[in-house]
């Protein structure tokens, strides 16, 4: 009787152990079948397209073949040629004439190409000859400012020269090749003379050299 007594509890035992083992099994292959949810951060990126408009585009263009170059200006403007000047101004002569209502807005924008220049430095030296003289005929003394500036895709110098006396200011935009100095300036309205008025930069961006 005791043997089965104690048979009965090895049985209930073992099938206890077993069992316990099964749930410990269970257990431990569920928590590792099972998967962290995966968290995936995506950085949207906005892009902005920004439809800079070219004003020139509708201009028109002026060539020269005999130097070799063209560039653009408005539509309604006008080019006079006088030997080695090219003028561009934002009225004709007729204009000019019959405007009645007190002195008229006038526009002009000159380019002078030289060819008694041998070079870009040459130029620069003659302003300053030129403001000893100015100075000695009573106009006062006179500060010359150059920065480098590229046009056509030439390098070469904004020279802005600006008087004591009135304190007013001249910019003039020089560039030298084969020979020929190209020179740029504001003749009209006065309030431009520095050069930073928005007609005279547009139309420098347009200047090239023919190939």
Known sequence: MQNKAFSKILIIFIVVFLGGLLILFYFLGSKNSKTEPTTLLEQQTTFTIITIQDETADWQTYKNEEYGF????????????????????????????NFSDGLPPIERIELQIKTWYSSLAEWEDEFEE??????EAGFGDALIEKEEITVGGLSGYKIVVSFSQDESSKAYVGIFKEGKLYEFNQLEPIECYSGNCGTFSQILSTFRFLE
Do not use: A, C, G
């Not at 403007?77 to 030997?83: A, C, D, G, I, Q």
């Not at 030129?130 to 100075?135: A, C, D, H, N, S």
């Open 70 to 97: 063209e560039m653009k200006y408005p539509n309604n403007w006008h080019v006079e040629l006088s030997n080695y000047q090219i003028e561009f101004r934002n009225m004709s002569i007729e204009e000019i004439k």
């Open 130 to 135: 030129q403001m000893v003289l100015m100075k």
